[in-house]
């Protein structure tokens, strides 16, 4: 009896559920399609690690943690005549030596542009080899037979507009190498999105290692004997020191890699699915509160006749149930449709995957039905437990519940108890000495402003309503009037509508608020303590001393400023170690190049062999100017120096440590330093800044993995840089407003449904259709003003405090984005005018008459 009154009560609404299946909808499909993306991801790269690995692989020893920088310029490597002594284990049928690196660049001379992906995926040179599982067959042209011909894969070949015969050029620490490309490889499985080219071996030694040696030796079964029993016996035949690695180990590896990769883009998504699952959430409650308050008679009568509290509620859980097994099935549906699209905006950046080989585990079906039916579920109690509590005579006589002043009193003691201890943890978290102290507070205070805020919002709509509302009579007569007090009549609904509104528009000013500080605390910093007028990143390769002799000899530059950073430890006077950055630079570096706040001490002791520290490191280690420590450059290279500054935290240099690079030459032999990766210059007086910067870009233009900026050019790039990762927030943001906007159109239309008597009284006293259509119009409006107003609260309550914790991290300057909020309560108006369209067409097309006659 049960289940059938409610799927005859289901659907008997149906046109009123569809927008609340649509939120729910949307919600899973984003989760589903996250899962399933990343299943298909990885399972293609488990599929190609596992075609290609070699059973087994010997790899040099792993690199000390202090030699890491040098093995990015100078890749580890095995000798030669270790491949012949893997190729005599017993079970070994062919070993293989192969170079492959990733420190070198692929240039387009006719163009002087990068040949292959310029973020992300790696471009990867190495020699050819003939192996049983080599990840590309060429389909064009031939192996590499000297010196002077080059393979290259034929997705990359494709991009740069490359054919057989084309001249390309291969760029890293060892100079510039041009080659001719003898032929075409195409992957035997999928493209990661890197570009591949191919050296015959000797060439490939000389070019990317500088002396006959490998990267690895590849050894490949016969089959005698299983992967784990070979690579025993490999290690004992090349004995300790070396990495030896199973198939099944290298794809475990390989998959880490990639997976972590992945991991930041499915899990940021994931996050944005369940914000718009809350989102919908309120949709879902508002829904299901107007059902019931249409159906009170209905219940009522329900009551009368014998049916319990229970059965009430279970009725309307039933219905919350079907809706939310409905919604997710078509939202797991939907989700492959999101994956496909995830796999398309992959392969547009150069990965190849293939939307036919989607993998849709059981993990897809748990999250997607789990999500789905808890959040209607839990959505759809409240107001099924508030319409079991109405008593029978009271449903009968449509009076709502008596109890509803003293819920009042316990939602506004709640309320300002939850909003004010996530205020109070806001405040200490902005406070905090430590970022990692204030995010522990952050988190929480995010967590309990936004459930206050939700919880106080029917309390704050009635107050906030009647001050935005206050000019719609003054300007649109009847029908402001009449809007403003329809927003005002149920505080608990317009609250709910306002509060999914709230969220996401709460997101985008917090997003806004950190990338505003974010960009002016950059910037002046820059103007701060910058004094060079051009900064030349390396990119992908290291700086070479060709590159600096050229922007030496161009006319308008002064001198060059290089630095070189080390992973290093710190022996404190405690005898204690600590680890932190560190940085070599030349005497004058702190002179009228770079002009740091120095809290204590004199930085030009540095130039003198002392060594600068920053504020947070001396005050975590009880350092002070004076103290000696030991420092150690690795490889056993220490060096006992005196503190001789310390500089102010969050400022551009208060996180690292410095000494001065003749400092460190006395114990660091040139070929252990590390690289220069990147350089300043200063103009000479005089100069013209603009024509200097426009004269080094025409002499660094062989190196198109250099970026050549001045400050402005600075200041924009590191601007854009931080408007990538602003733009995504939008746009995943983007799915939580549109689930909001539906909340405001359902609710607007059942609004109109439960009015519909009141509608047609209206008409019949002289309400023209045009004021009924202006006056839901206008009713739209105020509710997602009030939402935006909120959400602006909320976000520069939450944007502020992230600036707060981070202001020793970089982030010292708070910029509060106006037009970024402007824009944004705009836009809310704009919101409310398209939520309301439909409904005000339909109350406007509706029969007087019967509209009256509607019990």
């Known amino acids: 009896m049960l289940l059938k009154t409610s799927l005859r009560s289901f659907f008997a609404q149906k046109g009123r559920m569809a927008l609340s299946l649509i939120a729910v909808v949307l919600s899973v499909a984003f989760v589903s399609g996250t899962l399933v993306f990343s299943d298909t991801a990885t399972s293609t790269f488990d599929k190609l690690f596992a075609a290609t690995a070699s059973d087994v692989s010997v790899q040099p020893p792993k690199p000390a943690e202090d030699e890491e920088q040098q093995a990015a310029v100078k890749p580890p490597t095995v000798p030669v005549a270790l491949a012949d002594r893997v190729a005599a284990v017993p079970g070994v049928k062919k070993a293989v030596g192969q170079v492959m690196v990733g420190n070198a660049i692929l240039v387009d001379p006719a163009t002087n542009k990068l040949v292959g992906p310029t973020s992300g995926a790696p471009t990867l040179l190495g020699n050819w080899t003939d192996t049983p599982r080599n990840p590309v067959t060429i389909t064009s042209g031939h192996a590499p037979q000297n010196s002077g011909e080059l393979v290259l894969d034929a997705d990359t070949a494709k991009k740069a507009k490359l054919g057989l015969g084309a001249k390309v050029r291969v760029e890293n620490s060892g100079g510039k190498h041009d080659f001719t490309i003898a032929g075409i490889a195409t992957f035997t499985a999928t493209n990661p999105g890197a570009a591949l080219g191919f050296l015959d071996t000797p060439t490939a030694q000389q070019v990317l290692l500088g002396e006959p040696a490998y990267t690895s030796i590849e050894a490949f079964g016969d089959g005698s004997r299983d992967n784990d029993r070979l690579k025993a016996e490999t290690a004992a035949r090349v004995g300790g020191g070396y990495q030896v690695k199973t198939a099944a180990e290298q794809k475990d590896e390989n998959t880490k890699q990639v997976g972590s990769g992945l991991d930041f883009m499915k899990y940021a998504m994931l996050g944005f699915a369940f914000v718009s699952a809350i989102v919908g959430g309120f949709l879902i409650i508002n829904t299901f509160s107007m059902l019931v308050a249409q159906r009170t008679r209905e219940i009522g009568l329900l009551r009368a006749i014998g049916g319990s509290r229970r059965q009430v509620n279970r009725s309307v859980l039933v219905e919350a149930l079907i809706l939310g097994v409905l919604g997710s099935t078509l939202g797991v549906a939907a989700g492959l449709g999101v994956a496909v699209g995830l796999i398309k905006l992959m392969n547009a950046i150069g990965m190849d995957l293939k939307a036919a080989d989607l993998q849709i585990g059981p993990d897809v079906f748990v999250a997607g039905y789990a999500l789905g039916i808890v959040v209607t579920l839990v959505a759809a109690w409240f107001p099924a437990r508030r319409a079991s509590r109405i008593s029978p005579m009271a449903a009968l006589r449509d009076h709502g519940t008596p109890a509803e002043g003293r819920a009042n009193l316990v939602r506004t003691v709640v309320g300002l108890l939850l909003t004010a201890g996530g205020g109070a943890l806001l405040v200490l978290g902005a406070q905090s000495d430590k970022a990692a102290t204030g995010g522990r507070y952050l988190g929480p205070g995010v967590l309990l402003t936004l459930v206050g805020s939700v919880v106080l919002g029917p309390l704050l709509a009635s107050a906030i309503v009647r001050v935005l509302g206050a000019v719609l009579p003054a300007v649109f007569g009847p029908s402001g009037k009449l809007a403003q007090r329809n927003a005002m009549r149920n505080p608990r609904r317009t609250g709910a509508t306002a509060a999914a509104l709230m969220i996401g528009l709460a997101l985008v000013i917090a997003s806004s608020v950190f990338s505003s500080s974010a960009v002016t605390s950059a910037n002046a910093q820059i103007d701060k303590s910058v004094g060079v007028d051009y900064i030349v990143q390396g990119g992908r390769t290291e700086v070479t001393p060709e590159m600096l002799d050229i922007v030496r000899r161009t006319p308008g530059i002064d001198h060059v400023t290089t630095q070189k950073s080390f992973m290093s430890k710190v022996r404190l006077p405690d005898g204690q170690q600590a680890k932190t950055d560190l940085t070599a630079v030349p005497s004058a570096f702190f002179g009228t190049d770079f002009r740091p ?76 330093q590390p690289p220069v990766w990147t350089f300043f210059a200063k103009a000479a007086p005089g100069a013209d800044v603009a024509r200097t910067l426009a004269a080094l870009q025409d002499g660094l233009k062989e190196y198109p993995q250099l970026v050549v900026k001045d400050q402005a050019g600075y200041k924009e790039l590191v601007q854009s840089q931080v408007n990538t990762l602003l733009y995504l927030i939008y746009g995943l943001v983007a799915l939580s407003i549109t689930v909001a906007v539906l909340g405001v159109v359902n609710t607007l239309a059942l609004s109109v449904v439960e009015r519909t008597r009141e509608i047609g009284l209206l008409r019949a006293i002289g309400l023209s259709r045009r004021q009924l259509r202006r006056m839901i119009r206008l009713e739209s409006v105020v509710i997602a003003v009030f939402g935006a107003v909120l959400g602006t609260g909320l976000g520069l309550a939450w944007g502020v405090t992230v600036q707060g914790v981070l202001r020793d991290q970089g982030l010292g300057t708070l910029s509060v984005p106006t037009v970024t909020i402007a824009i944004t309560l705009v836009s809310s108006v704009v919101i409310g005018l398209v939520a309301a369209l439909v409904p005000a067409f339909r109350a406007g097309r509706m029969n007087v008459l019967a509209a009256i006659a509607t019990d």
């Open 597 to 672: 706040t120095v809290r204590t001490g004199a930085v030009d002791s540095i130039e003198r062999g002392s060594l600068g520290i920053g504020e947070t490191f001396a005050k975590d280690h009880h350092l002070k100017v004076g103290d000696r420590v030991t420092v150690d450059y690795g490889k056993g290279r220490t060096q006992e120096l005196p503190v001789g500054a310390v500089f102010a935290k969050g400022e551009l240099f208060g996180n690292g440590s410095f000494v001065a690079m003749d400092t460190m030459a006395e114990v660091v032999p040139a070929a252990e």
